[in-house]
Nanobody, 116 residues
Framework: VQLVESGGGLVQAGGSLRLSCAAS????????MGWYRQAPGKQRELVAM???????SYADSVRGRFTISRDNAKNTAYLQMNSLKREDTGIYYC???????????WGQGTQVTVSS
């Protein structure tokens, strides 16, 4: 299984970034694709997820600023991040959960740094 994340980087507060997560070699069909983040000294937290039917869920801290989407044909998830704040800084991880509760896989993470 390969989960290739891209799109992270350094951006000023108020700016935007778009993260991508492309999954390949998966052992089963993907049910849920999600983005999590981990700030220095903090636990990993859920940012957003998109379910197989297309419904989405967001952390309160990013709702209205971030948009998650997916392209099922490409097994790829996207996270459009607008109006970025310093507190959005962290390593962003992609996670996929498989249908039939057959487990999950994580990406290697991509760094997002928001400067003031």
């Amino acid at each position: 299984v390969q989960l290739v994340e891209s799109g992270g980087g350094l951006v000023q507060a108020g700016g935007s970034l778009r993260l991508s997560c492309a999954a390949s070699g998966t052992p089963a069909s993907i049910h849920t694709m999600g983005w999590y983040r981990q700030a220095p000294g903090k636990q990993r937290e859920l940012v957003a997820m998109v379910f197989g039917g297309g419904s989405t869920s967001y952390a309160d801290s990013v709702r209205g600023r971030f948009t998650i989407s997916r392209d099922n044909a490409k097994n790829t998830a996207y996270l459009q991040m607008n109006s970025l704040k310093r507190e959005d800084t962290g390593i962003y991880y992609c996670r996929v959960d498989y249908v039939g509760m057959l487990g999950a896989d994580w990406g290697q993470g991509t760094q997002v740094t928001v400067s003031s």
